[in-house]
């Protein structure tokens, strides 16, 4: 069961986001499918979780993600895969959303920090959320990458494994 606590919807995001700048925290916002959990994406929010004091994960939800890698995902749906999120230290809030960006959650919260992993440059970062989170003011930090790790890539090796 996910924890309450930590997964919101945007408005109660919203409130909680401005009860935290009130205090002085920094605010720091990733997103994605997180469909398999891998070591890569370990990583990837420990140190997004050490750029500030709170950190929002927006994770797409089963139609998002459907949207983005096709019919056969997510193998997990939308309730388990934010349970392990939520299980995890460094993730202090979850919100789920149902479209393909990010775009009107950076807007709603304008977080301090946007962390993407590796596997993104500036110039491929989605131009429609990389122009609202230039209105924000919000500073983008691109982790570098930690090894050759993808669900995709977990995906084909399960699938190879059970051939053989």
Same mark, same amino acid.
Request: proline residues 4%; hydrophobic residues 40%.
């Given at each position: 069961m996910t924890n309450p606590?930590?997964?919101v919807d945007l408005?109660?995001?919203?409130?909680?986001?401005?009860?935290?700048? !009130? !205090?002085?925290?920094?605010?720091?916002f990733t997103n994605g499918?997180?469909?398999i959990i891998h070591p890569g994406h370990?990583?990837?929010?420990?140190?997004?979780?050490?750029?500030?004091d709170v950190l929002v994960v927006a994770l797409n939800s089963d139609e998002s993600v459907r949207q983005l890698k096709g019919p056969d995902r997510p193998v997990f749906s939308q309730q388990e895969r934010a349970t392990v999120l939520a299980a995890l230290?460094?993730? @202090?809030?979850?919100? $789920?959303? @149902?479209?393909?960006?990010?775009t009107e959650i950076i807007e709603a919260t304008r977080p301090d920090v946007y962390i993407k992993g590796g596997d993104y440059t500036l110039d491929?970062?989605? !131009?429609?959320?990389?122009? !609202?989170?230039?209105?924000c003011g919000?500073? $983008?930090?691109?982790?570098?990458e930690i090894g050759n790790f993808s669900t995709t890539d977990v995906?084909?090796?399960?699938?190879g494994s059970r051939e053989t």
């Open positions: 606590r930590k997964l408005q109660q995001l919203r409130t909680i986001i401005a009860d935290l700048r !009130a !205090a002085g925290q920094r605010v720091v499918c997180f469909d370990i990583l990837h929010l420990q140190q997004a979780r050490q750029e500030g230290e460094p993730v @202090d809030y979850i919100t $789920i959303f @149902d479209t393909p960006r990010v491929t970062l989605v !131009a429609e959320e990389r122009e !609202a989170l230039d209105r919000t500073e $983008i930090r691109l982790l570098p995906i084909n090796r399960v699938r």
